[in-house]
């Protein structure tokens, strides 16, 4: 299976809009979009710790690797 994206359901739990954290973060809705539904094939690095600061979480808590 590969890398899920739970980035959806850690967004829900601290009740967060797609909007909201695309403009905290600095990337478009449509990107973030893509992240979230797991259709994107690369994130940097500096996306995903913005991500994390803003949902205070770990990059585990957003991404799972699964056989």
């Known amino acids: 299976m590969g890398v899920v994206v ?3 359901s850690v ?3 601290r ?3 797609l909007g909201e954290l695309s403009e ?3 990337i478009t809705p449509a990107n973030l979009s ?5 259709k994107g094939r690369a994130i940097r690095f500096s996306t995903l ?5 803003e949902l205070k979480c ?5 991404l799972e690797y699964v056989e």
Not at 34 to 38: F, R
């Open 15 to 17: 009740r967060i809009s």
């Open 58 to 62: 770990q990059p585990g808590d957003i």
């Open 49 to 53: 710790e913005a991500i994390c600061h």
């Open 24 to 26: 905290r973060v600095g």
């Open 6 to 8: 739970k980035l959806g």
């Open 11 to 13: 967004m829900e739990k």
């Open 34 to 38: 893509i992240l979230k539904t797991g």
